[in-house]
C-alpha cells in the first residue's frame, strides 16, 4: 500500500484493504500452483482470478501502469525467493533447474499481465460506454414550465446517436405530462449537422401527431443556415430568439 498512489493501492479504506488482500492471497496460492499442476490446468484456475480482477471497480478506477507495475514487483520478489533459496541449497537446485523455474515465473507473469491488460481494457471501455449511454439518457428532461406546457434544453454537441436517443424519451416525456406545448431550446447548440437537424424537425413532426405544439428559441445563425441549406421551412412552427422572448409572447408563468 502506497497512500501518495491513486486507485486501490492508495486505499484507507479498511474493506477496500482487506479485499486486496484477499485478491493476492488467491493470486498466490494460484501463481504457487504452476509448480504442483500441469500447465493447462493452472491456466485455467487463473483465469477466473484474471476476470474478477480485470472487472474490479477498484481496479478499473487505478491508473493500469500502476496495476502492470505490482504484477512486476510480484515477479521481482518470487525471482529473489527463488535465488535466495538456490543459492542456501546449491547441494540440491542445479543450474538448469533455477534457469526452468526463472523462465516459469518470467512467463506466467507475462501472461497474467497480457490478459489482464485485455480483459481490463474491454471492461472499462464497457463501463464507459454505459456511463455515456446514461448520460445521454438523463441529457433530455423535459422541464414542466406550467400545466400542460414544458421545455426541452437542448445543450452541447448533438451527436446522430445522442439526438435519437434524447427525441424518443422527449416524445415519451411529453405524452406522460399530457403536454399541449413544449419549448425547444437550441441556444446551447453550437453547431448541428444535416442529419441532427433532419431528426429536430422529425420530433417536431411526431410530437405535432401526439398534439404537442412546438415552439422553437435560440437558433443560432449556423443552425438557420443549415436548415436552409437543407430545404427546410419553418412554415406553421414558431420561432424565437430566445427562451425568454418565447415565454413572454406566450404568457406562461413558471409554476
Not at 474491454?122 to 439518457?137: G, T
Not at 421545455?151 to 446522430?160: A, H, Q, R, S, W
Not at 411526431?206 to 428559441?217: D, F, N, P, T, Y
Request: negative net charge; glycine residues 4%.
Amino acid at each position: 500500500m502506497d497512500k501518495s498512489k491513486a486507485g486501490v493501492y492508495g486505499s484507507t479504506d479498511p474493506e477496500k484493504v482487506a479485499l486486496l488482500k484477499k485478491q493476492n492471497h488467491e493470486f498466490h496460492l494460484r501463481f504457487c500452483a504452476m509448480f504442483e499442476k500441469e500447465n493447462h490446468e493452472f491456466v485455467a484456475d487463473f483465469q477466473d482470478w484474471i476476470e474478477t480482477i480485470a472487472k474490479d471497480e477498484a481496479h478499473l478506477d487505478t491508473p493500469i501502469v500502476e496495476v502492470i507495475e505490482e504484477f512486476f514487483r510480484t515477479q521481482q520478489q518470487y525471482l529473489e525467493e527463488i535465488g535466495a533459496y538456490a543459492l542456501s541449497h546449491k547441494d540440491k537446485v542445479s543450474h538448469e533447474r533455477l534457469v526452468e523455474w526463472t523462465k516459469a515465473v518470467v512467463q506466467t507473469i507475462g501472461k497474467v499481465i497480457v490478459e489482464f491488460t485485455d480483459k481490463n481494457s474491454k471492461a472499462a471501455e464497457k463501463r464507459m460506454n454505459s456511463q455515456q449511454q446514461m448520460i445521454v439518457e438523463m441529457s433530455a428532461p423535459v422541464i414542466l414550465l406550467a400545466k400542460k406546457t414544458g421545455m426541452l434544453p437542448l445543450i452541447g454537441e448533438i451527436t446522430p446517436h445522442r439526438a435519437e436517443i434524447m427525441f424518443e424519451k422527449a416524445l415519451a416525456q411529453s405524452s406522460k405530462h399530457n403536454l399541449e406545448k413544449l419549448f425547444i431550446d437550441l441556444s446551447g447548440v453550437p453547431l448541428i449537422d444535416t442529419m441532427v437537424a433532419q431528426q429536430v424537425f422529425q420530433l417536431i413532426k411526431g410530437l405535432e401527431i401526439i398534439g404537442v405544439q412546438v415552439a422553437l428559441s435560440g437558433i443560432s445563425p449556423v443552425i438557420a443556415q443549415t436548415a436552409v441549406q437543407l430545404g427546410i421551412k419553418f412554415i406553421d412552427i414558431e420561432v424565437y430568439n430566445t427562451l425568454a422572448q418565447a415565454l413572454k409572447q406566450n404568457r406562461v408563468h413558471l409554476v
